[in-house]
T-cell receptor
Framework: KAGVTQTPRYLIKTRGQQVTLSCSPISGHRSVSWYQQTPGQGLQFLFEYFSETQRNKGNFPGRFSGRQFSNSRSEMNVSTLELGDSALYLC?????????????FGPGTRLTVL | EDQVTQSPEALRLQEGESSSLNCSYTVSGLRGLFWYRQDPGKGPEFLFTLYSAGEEKEKERLKATLTKKESFLHITAPKPEDSATYLCAVQAVERGATNKLIFGTGTLLAVQP
């Protein structure tokens, strides 16, 4: 079974631009979560989608948004990029999203904001 | 506030030198505790899930244990290929279903031959 895939793997943007990252979960998985990983803060939860609905949201500004499609693929968008948004953005999928499903992570998208 | 703390931040071992990594947590209610391994430039790789105090799980040279306040990841006779960052995460009891994980900042393990 193919794992979680994320595209693109690397991105370089400048301040003020916006960016869209994509995540394809493991086949059959309906829950997708997004995390931001930085050297100082570690992994921080951004948001979670289940059956096209945002189910939970972390403490990030409104510039960070996401959505999930009917095939469970998910995208996240960051508008008006700031230097501090430079990070590894990780997507994780799990099968049902109930109880303590194991979350499987993708390889991440490395975003650099200049 | 729910919180996860890992120690030490970094650990250097000689090949074959056993040791333990610590993960202490403060949550209103624990649904599950997860251990992941992360190699440079890659996403976290799932290792174990523990649900209740007293539970233990093993995989090759790794053994994870759980108490009411902390978890340990024991590494027996490590090899250089065990070098990685080990991440601990908890899923807290929340109103409604959620997969949200709260991560510690990790322990960077280096095993020298």
């Amino acid at each position: 079974k193919a794992g979680v895939t994320q595209t693109p793997r690397y991105l370089i943007k400048t301040r003020g631009q916006q960016v869209t990252l994509s995540c394809s979960p493991i086949s059959g998985h309906r829950s997708v979560s997004w995390y931001q990983q930085t050297p100082g803060q570690g992994l921080q939860f951004l948001f979670e989608y289940f059956s096209e609905t945002q189910r939970n949201k972390g403490n990030f500004p409104g510039r960070f948004s996401g959505r999930q499609f009917s095939n469970s693929r998910s995208e996240m968008n960051v508008s008006t990029l700031e230097l501090g948004d430079s990070a590894l953005y990780l997507c994780a999928s799990s099968s049902t999203g109930y109880g303590t499903d194991t979350q499987y992570f993708g390889p991440g998208t490395r975003l650099t904001v200049l | 506030e729910d919180q996860v703390t890992q120690s030490p931040e970094a650990l250097r071992l000689q090949e074959g030198e056993s040791s333990s990594l610590n993960c202490s947590y403060t949550v209103s209610g624990l649904r599950g505790l997860f251990w992941y391994r992360q190699d440079p430039g890659k996403g976290p790789e799932f290792l174990f899930t523990l649900y209740s105090a007293g539970e233990e799980k093993e995989k090759e040279r790794l053994k994870a244990t759980l108490t009411k306040k902390e978890s340990f990841l024991h590494i027996t006779a490590p090899k250089p290929e065990d070098s990685a960052t080990y991440l601990c995460a908890v899923q807290a009891v929340e109103r409604g279903a959620t997969n949200k994980l709260i991560f510690g900042t990790g322990t960077l393990l280096a095993v020298q031959p």
